[in-house]
């Protein structure tokens, strides 16, 4: 039986729409919504990779609705702007971020056989509705390592995570971050704090100077604060050293200082969901990316990191591929060569 959703005059029905004639040159048809344009917010441009990516490796007929972002943009008009692909037997809709939650979910419900997806942490049911995003505890195990191979002498020494808003995500990447710290050293204290934004890089630097002031040997930062505000932040404290994660490599370093550099790639998240519903593998679940889809990675600076301890770093991201949880990774006890 088909639900007649009468504002827009679609249809939703229990069998697929026929494909259009422009849609079989293509294997799939996707909707990418992204909540700014791409010109002018980085999350948004990850959206536009994404979509090129997914064109090119999956053959695939990509709408990019940008400017969609449902707490601006009503329902109504949100529809409208999808209207011509649900009609064509739209197969795969991915909203980059959180916001697209509600709107997606009622999506899901109308068009069942269309697989929908929100890049972000949320509840699936189990059909065609969930949730894709990167393991960034992953990330954090791996920085923990690093921040324990530069703790010299572990007697007396600190080591800090800085984050931006404590999502559970961020929270687990902490966790993981001090869990690793620990495991290698256990006698080093980490310190946790929290800018609560993502978007006050005043603040974020203020906070990353108040920990680096009791001492913090290694500083691993989260707050989306500039590249030169890292820089900068740097060189006032030259005696301690520096993590980054960011959704993009950073082109400047002060390779004296910072260590390395941990990107989740949000058009790789985008990319991989768009496969799993090309395949028909999408079973409306919460899914992680990770090392292994090349989701998660890590840049180092050979300056610091020597092939030694780029090496252990490698085997234990060997090991998370292989889904062996924290507390379990079977990783030689860090040699101190300093």
Not at 44 to 66: F, P, T, W, Y
Request: charged share 20%; glycine share 8%; hydrophobic share 40%.
């Amino acid at each position: 039986m088909c639900s007649l959703l009468v504002l827009l005059g679609l249809t939703s029905c229990d069998s697929e729409q026929l494909p259009s004639v422009e849609q079989k040159q293509h294997k799939i048809s996707v909707v990418l919504m992204t909540p700014q344009e791409p010109e002018s917010d980085p999350w948004s441009a990850a959206g536009l990779d994404g979509a090129e990516r997914i064109k090119s490796q999956l053959n695939a007929h990509v709408h990019l609705v940008s400017n969609s972002d449902p707490n601006k943009v009503s329902e109504e008009v949100l529809m409208e702007r999808i209207r011509p692909e649900l009609e064509q037997g739209l197969r795969v809709v991915i909203g980059l971020g959180g916001q697209y939650e509600a709107f997606l979910r009622q999506l899901a419900e109308r068009f069942k056989y269309t697989s929908v997806a929100v890049v972000g942490e949320v509840e699936g049911n189990h059909t065609n509705f969930g949730g894709a995003a990167g393991r960034f505890n992953d990330i954090g195990y791996v920085m923990g390592v690093l921040a324990a191979q530069q703790v010299e002498s572990p007697a007396g020494k600190q080591v800090a995570f800085l984050g931006g808003i404590p999502f559970k995500a961020y929270q687990r990447m902490a966790d993981a971050y001090e869990s690793a710290v620990t495991e290698y050293q256990p006698d080093v204290e980490v310190l946790v704090d929290w800018v609560d934004s993502f978007s006050d890089p005043a603040l974020s630097v203020d906070k990353a100077k108040a920990l680096l002031d009791q001492g913090v040997k290694v500083l691993f930062i989260n707050t989306g604060m500039g590249n030169k505000a890292v820089i900068e932040l740097a060189r006032k404290y030259p005696a301690s050293r520096i993590l980054v994660i960011d959704t993009e490599p950073r082109d400047e370093w002060n390779i004296d200082q910072v260590l390395a550099t941990g990107i989740m790639d949000v058009a790789g998240i985008i990319t991989q969901t768009a496969h799993m519903a090309g395949k028909g593998h999408w079973r409306g679940e919460q899914v992680w990316f990770s090392f292994e889809e090349e989701v998660a990675q890590i840049r180092f600076n050979s300056v610091l990191v020597g092939e030694q301890y780029q090496q252990q770093v490698a085997d234990v991201i060997q090991q998370l591929k292989g889904g062996l949880v924290y507390g379990q990774l079977k990783v030689d006890q860090l040699e101190s060569d300093q």
